[in-house]
């Protein structure tokens, strides 16, 4: 059954629409280490400026990072901070089409005044908000619907960014929602903190935190409140709403899945050092919408989702989370569970995700038979020549082949065991077959390393690599007992039966 470290090997470029409020978020830097004389105040002695999309901008820049073609529909005031929006937008790779100007609004500003304490570490001292929260005007609506019906095809997932600026009015959010459902294209909702969410009536799914539903539902629930009690408030969403699914966001303690006729699955994250929640919900969206765009079921887009969010909340601001930094989290999360021995369809998926990272892979091979200060040194100098180091190990027949009577001293299982305890081997893989070339072949890796007792004629495997590309190294010869001598040692110094 494919896993979700399956299906993140065979992730591919995607095509979203972000509907919502797009804002640009500022943040004005600068030292504070005095206070006013006339007012017991900090005083901001102000360095630089820094603008950030905000918003349903910060979704669509999260989904870029995320590999998604992604068009944009919104409405921006006709003034500078708009024209930053649409600029950044544009050089992102954004289509912007579909923003809109209106010049009887402003463009939604949060600008945050952040002090550094002793230089070094940032804080919030307080912000302003430049914005309009009435409602844009009906015929805005059908302009913005326009824009939705004009690019609307080839559209995998849409997202809808509600922060109550206006944009996400009732009849723009059912009328958007029906499009979508007449072309069997899934729309995730993140909801404004308001008191009711009728609005979201029929979307696919919706993204709400625990206060946000609790506004719009009515039903409390204590701050450490059992998963059976946000299962209901959960369910309760989703009856009301008729959606397909409901992710409900917990903060530290994970998210809750309640999938339409299914149990709810509390999915935790991962324990971070939180620096910033700033921009955490919009990732938890463009997650969302990549999984399901990839056909990751709701368990597993929500553990994509928590991994990304998990990340965002480490940095400074709302910045987007590049796939790789994601596919390298999830990676992470599963490898501390299963250890390192892999079979070899389990290592390619892996090895996929690793290739999707950067990461230089680094393979080699052996029988690994009474493993010695020789063998130690050499994996150490082979994992140095990359970022991961795979490890083929022949299997039991095949030692005694090349070995004899005798061999191995260690059984596979036991070889492998050891192995894993060296912290320079990232994955182990066994072989039965007289050479690695099938293993090879499959792999592909970025180099392939031998010990200093090669030499580059004597390594079996020289055809195939040359035909993969592989580039070849033989380390340096390290003297000292092999395992043969080692043996041999051993067999001598024992007395005579």
Not at 69 to 82: E, K, L, N, Q, S
Not at 83 to 98: F, K, M, N, P
Not at 285 to 308: H, S
Request: hydrophobic share 45%; proline share 5%; net charge negative.
């Amino acid at each position: 059954m494919p896993t979700l470290l399956t299906k993140l090997a065979a992730y591919r470029p995607f095509t979203a629409m972000v509907v919502g409020d797009f804002m640009l978020d500022q943040e004005q830097f600068g030292a504070a280490e005095r206070l006013s004389p006339d007012a017991p105040v900090p005083v901001l002695h102000h360095s630089h400026q820094v603008d950030r999309p905000g918003g349903a901008a910060n979704v669509a820049l999260a989904l870029r990072a995320l590999d998604g073609i992604v068009r944009c529909v919104g409405v921006v005031g006709d003034d500078p901070a708009g024209r930053v929006l649409r600029e950044t937008l544009a050089d992102a790779g954004c289509v912007i089409d579909g923003m809109l100007t209106d010049a009887s609004r402003p463009t939604t500003v949060k600008r945050s005044f952040v002090g550094l304490a002793q230089h070094r570490h940032p804080q919030k001292m307080f912000r302003v908000d430049v914005e309009s929260r009435e409602p844009v005007s009906e015929a805005m609506v059908a302009t913005l619907m326009n824009a939705v019906d004009l690019q609307l095809d080839g559209v995998d997932v849409v997202c809808l960014e509600d922060y109550a600026k206006g944009v996400c009015t009732t009849p723009l959010c059912q009328a958007l929602i029906r499009r979508c459902r007449e072309r069997g294209i899934p729309i995730i909702v993140d909801p404004a903190a308001i008191p009711s969410f009728q609005k979201y009536r029929g979307a696919t799914a919706i993204t709400p935190n625990r206060s946000e539903a609790e506004l719009a539902t009515g039903v409390d629930t204590p701050i450490d409140a059992s998963a059976v009690h946000n299962a209901g408030l959960a369910a309760k969403l989703g009856r009301d709403l008729d959606l397909d699914a409901v992710v409900l966001t917990l903060d530290r303690h994970g998210a809750l899945l309640e999938e339409r006729g299914g149990e709810p699955v509390l999915v935790p994250t991962v324990a971070r050092s939180v620096y910033d929640v700033t921009g955490a919900g919009d990732i938890v969206l463009a997650a969302l919408a990549a999984g399901r765009a990839n056909g990751f079921t709701w368990l597993e887009a929500v553990q994509f989702a928590n991994a990304a969010a998990g990340l965002e909340v480490e940095v400074f601001g709302a910045q987007p989370i590049p796939l790789a930094h994601v596919q390298r989290a999830v990676l992470v999360a599963q490898r501390e569970l299963a250890g390192k021995v892999r079979s070899c369809d389990e290592l390619l998926v892996e090895v996929a995700v690793h290739r999707a990272a950067g990461h230089r892979i680094v393979f080699t091979n052996g029988c690994f038979d009474v493993i010695h200060a020789g063998h130690v040194g050499y994996l150490r100098e082979a994992r140095a020549q990359g970022d991961v180091l795979i490890v083929a190990v022949n299997g039991d027949e095949q030692v005694r082949a090349q070995k004899g009577a005798g061999r191995p001293v260690y059984e596979l299982a036991d070889r492998l065991d050891i192995l894993a305890e060296l912290q320079c081997v990232d994955y182990l893989v066994s072989f039965d077959e007289p050479t690695v070339a099938t293993l090879l072949r499959s792999v592909r890796p970025d180099l392939y390393v031998k010990g200093g007792d090669y030499r580059p004629e004597e390594i079996n495997e020289q055809d195939v690599l040359a035909d993969l590309g592989v580039e070849v190294r033989v380390l340096g010869h390290r003297p000292g007992l092999g395992s043969t001598q080692v043996i041999e040692q051993i067999n001598a110094s024992r007395p005579p039966s």
